[in-house]
């Protein structure tokens, strides 16, 4: 019986609990800090991996089948224009030479008798003693008496041609690379691998590649009516070493290709730089770093953005404090900062901390706004 009376009572009270509880669990609105955006200047910097090359890479082979005599260099060598590098056994060739000499000067005789045989028969027939028709083969004669001098002074020119390429010279100045053949070996025109390979590094190119996507918004960046007056008008770029260093030598972007690679949708540059002290080789690796500098651009912290399957976008405040969900179109960043191509303008007021439990339409109070994203260093 006393069960029964408190039974009832239990339950009101419950409910009463129940309902102040529920009453009370109306999460707060969440105060958030906002900021509103405006334009300013963007400096953005992206690398890019790059393979180097000097400005001269010349494979040096010889012109002339022969044995090798002699090697005039050493690997890793700096040479100049014009120097000896190798000697191929030139005996054969100066025998060659010699004889077409002697077939020359045998030449050169009987073109001398052709043309005593026709200064002697002239006369004859001008005189009707002889008739014409000898004058005529006389004639036919010396001329196949020149044609055979001509021919006789060409061979001896291909084989002083042939004695000059027995010895081979540097076409350009550089460097020495690697020499895998030695004296004594047979060397011709048809190997495979060359005798060497002559690099002048005076300046070294930087080869890189760049996205559609990326070379699309370098294009944009870019001031000048033609592609050649907005390369002019880029920064000076810098190279990051292999080992993590930066090359104490600024370079430009002088080179872009005439088409996309195919296959992996990219596009090729080639960036110049100085190499006084030689430190930079062919074949070295590195970094290309390609500065842009920005003006009237919107910046928006990454911190204020969230990304999602391969989309980024940001909280902004609308009407009555709900916030709206707005994808954004990036076209680079700035430090701790995305450059917003599309998606929010000058004005607008977005979220920029605590986004990531928000949700569309929900409201917020704003805790305080916040000036525009202040331009990054070195603008």
Not at 107 to 126: H, R, Y
Not at 187 to 207: C, N, R
Not at 276 to 289: F, H, I, Q, Y
Not at 296 to 319: R, W
Request: net charge neutral; aromatic share 6%; with cysteine.
């Amino acid at each position: 019986m006393i069960m029964a009376c408190l039974l009832p009572a239990a339950l009101s009270s419950c409910g009463s609990k129940a309902g102040a509880e529920a009453a009370g669990m109306q999460a707060p609105v969440p105060e958030l800090p906002v900021m509103t955006l405006d334009t300013t200047s963007a400096l953005t910097v992206s690398d890019y991996s790059a393979l180097l090359e000097g400005k001269v890479n010349v494979d040096i082979r010889p012109q002339v089948d022969g044995y090798l005599d002699k090697i005039f260099v050493d690997e890793g060598s700096y040479v100049k224009a014009g120097q000896p590098l190798f000697q191929v056994n030139e005996q054969p060739f100066r025998e060659q030479l010699n004889r077409d000499i002697a077939s020359l000067h045998a030449m050169e005789s009987a073109l001398n008798a052709a043309q005593l045989e026709v200064d002697k028969v002239k006369p004859l027939v001008d005189a009707k003693v002889m008739a014409e028709m000898q004058l005529k083969t006389a004639l036919a004669t010396l001329q196949t008496a020149k044609a055979n001098v001509e021919q006789a002074k060409a061979a001896v020119a291909a084989a002083r041609i042939n004695v000059g390429f027995a010895l081979v010279k540097a076409p350009v100045s550089g460097y020495i690379g690697r020499i895998p053949k030695r004296v004594g070996n047979l060397v011709g025109k048809t190997d495979a691998m060359p005798l060497t390979t002559l690099s002048d590094i005076s300046e070294v190119y930087a080869y890189f590649s760049m996205s559609e996507n990326d070379f699309m918004n370098f294009s944009k960046g870019a001031s000048g009516a033609t592609l050649q007056q907005q390369l002019k008008q880029l920064r000076p770029v810098t190279l990051i070493l292999s080992n993590g260093e930066t090359y104490n030598q600024k370079g430009r972007i002088e080179m872009v290709d005439g088409q996309f690679n195919k296959t992996t949708a990219a596009i090729s540059l080639r960036a110049t730089f100085p190499n006084p002290a030689s430190l930079l080789r062919s074949g070295n690796t590195g970094k290309v770093r390609v500065e842009q500098l920005f003006n009237g651009v919107i910046e928006v912290p990454q911190a204020a953005t969230l990304e999602m399957q391969d989309k980024v976008f940001v909280y902004q405040l609308g009407d009555s404090n709900k916030v709206q969900r707005r994808i954004l179109q990036l076209a680079g960043r700035s430090q701790d900062n995305f450059i917003v191509r599309e998606g929010v303008q000058r004005g607008d007021k977005i979220v920029t901390a605590g986004i990531e439990t928000l949700m569309e339409g929900a409201v917020v109070k704003p805790a305080g706004s916040k000036d525009s994203v202040a331009p990054a260093a070195g603008k």
